[in-house]
T-cell receptor, first 118, second 112 residues
């Protein structure tokens, strides 16, 4: 089945130690998103890629960066994790825009990576 | 800025009873609306979406939602709840660029 896969499901890192979360997709979707979801809160968009075009949300901390080496993979890098970065990180994908505008295709989510900071 | 309000943080229903989860949105143009469900420790699964056309949309798992422009609402309904429906439900509106703005979520508990 075509899907969005996040690895690992659980990640533990130390305060200040860089960590990378990965996401892969077999849907061949143009758009890939990273969300942060803290306990009992709604997901919050960090950034997204349309193909190789990177779009950062205005309030995403500089500590968070992303890479998309190809259509299938996208990485979330946290350079110096703080205790406040402990959360579930969700990757999502959506299909291409049509007619020159975003088509508002539904987003397909992976199962997330739960990040803990020691 | 767009916003989504889910006024009920928790809802408890008996198995077999009907369910309605409320969602109100604030959006200037015709909204693109979604309902997602999240089981504990899992990602979000799309239940249904509204883009245009018929205001009553059918989704997976027996869910439906009705778009009411006059009330700025997009409430989710199910005629008979099953224990497996216990989860958290998020209403969302898509902004330009397909950015999803989520409501705070409603946790559904099902009692037997």
């Amino acid at each position: 089945d075509a899907m969005v896969i996040q690895n690992p499901r659980y990640q533990v890192t130390q305060f200040g130690k860089p960590v990378t979360l990965s996401c892969s997709q077999t849907l061949n979707h143009n758009v890939m998103y990273w969300y942060q979801q803290k306990s009992s809160q709604a997901p919050k968009l960090l950034f997204h890629y349309y193909d190789k075009d990177f779009n950062n949300e205005a309030d995403t901390p500089d500590n968070f960066q992303s890479r998309r080496p190809n259509t299938s993979f996208c990485f979330l890098d946290i350079r110096s994790p703080g205790l406040g970065d402990a959360a579930m990180y969700l990757c999502a994908t959506s299909g291409p825009r049509t007619g020159g505008t975003y088509s508002n295709q539904p987003q397909h989510f992976g199962d997330g990576t739960r990040l803990s900071i020691l | 800025a767009q916003s989504v309000t889910q006024p009920d943080i928790h809802i408890t229903v008996s198995e077999g009873a009907s369910l309605e989860l409320r969602c109100n949105y604030s959006y200037g143009a015709t909204p693109y609306l979604f309902w997602y469900v999240q089981s504990p420790g899992q990602g979000l699964q799309l239940l249904l979406k509204y883009f245009s056309g018929d205001t009553l949309v059918q989704g997976i798992k027996g869910f439906e939602a009705e778009f009411k422009r006059s009330q700025s609402s997009f409430n989710l309904r199910k005629p008979s709840v099953h224990w497996s429906d216990a989860a958290e439900y998020f209403c969302a509106v898509a902004e330009y660029g397909n950015k999803l703005v989520f409501g705070a979520g409603t946790i559904l508990r099902v009692k037997s």
